[in-house]
């Protein structure tokens, strides 16, 4: 009788346990940034606004910190480079101070693609090279995400359907107008049969 009694007293405890790691693991808040150390420093790196949708701007998100002192570091705007990456694309985009950040820094971008993007960061901080690559996903920061899950009232069209839209405008045009040409002539001819 004692023995099912701990038996019984530890199941419950147990199932306590597991519900309360569950409850922590899903309500768990996503990671919005990646941190990398060089050094003294740590760079975190991320988009400046997340979710990070297509066609909205956005930026670097980026923060210098000295993890000895705690303190950011500024005045780094001229000695860092960053630049974005999207597959086999890259564009380098020009840093600038983030207003009352200490340590803090970015770059206005907007993303055209849904998907993975990667910010590249490389330069010197205080004698200390930096190299730092770190790709979108979900130990880092957000991927780019279609903005269709947040538009109201009205769904928005994406990039390829406006181009699509357009395409199909000019084929009609030119077929308008290749019929509109083909009219005049036979009219014409038509005028000069009769004289």
């Not at 530890?10 to 899903?26: K, N, T």
């Not at 004698?127 to 279609?146: H, K, Q, Y």
């Not at 269709?148 to 839209?165: G, K």
């Amino acid at each position: 009788m004692l023995v099912q009694s701990r038996f019984r007293t530890f199941a419950v405890f147990a199932a306590l346990v597991g519900v309360l790691a569950g409850f922590l693991f899903v309500h768990a808040p996503a990671r919005a940034h990646g941190d990398l150390e060089f050094g003294d420093y740590v760079l975190e790196i991320g988009f400046l606004n997340e979710p990070a949708l297509v066609g909205q701007p956005n930026g670097l998100e980026l923060n210098v910190t000295n993890h000895e002192t705690g303190e950011g570091v500024n005045g780094l705007a001229d000695v860092l480079h960053a630049e974005i990456v999207y597959g086999s694309q890259s564009l380098e985009l020009p840093l600038r101070p983030r207003e009352g950040v200490d340590g803090g820094y970015t770059a206005d971008v907007i993303p055209t693609e849904p998907g993975e993007y990667t910010w590249h960061i490389w330069g010197n901080i205080e004698g200390t090279d930096i190299d730092a690559e770190l790709a979108s996903g979900p130990n880092s920061f957000s991927d780019v995400e279609m903005p269709t899950a947040y538009a109201f009232p009205y769904p928005l069209a994406t990039a390829r359907e406006l181009q699509q839209q357009v395409l199909t405008s000019l084929y009609v045009g030119v077929v308008g107008v290749g019929l509109g040409v083909i009219a005049l002539v036979l009219a014409i001819m038509l005028t000069i049969k009769k004289k």
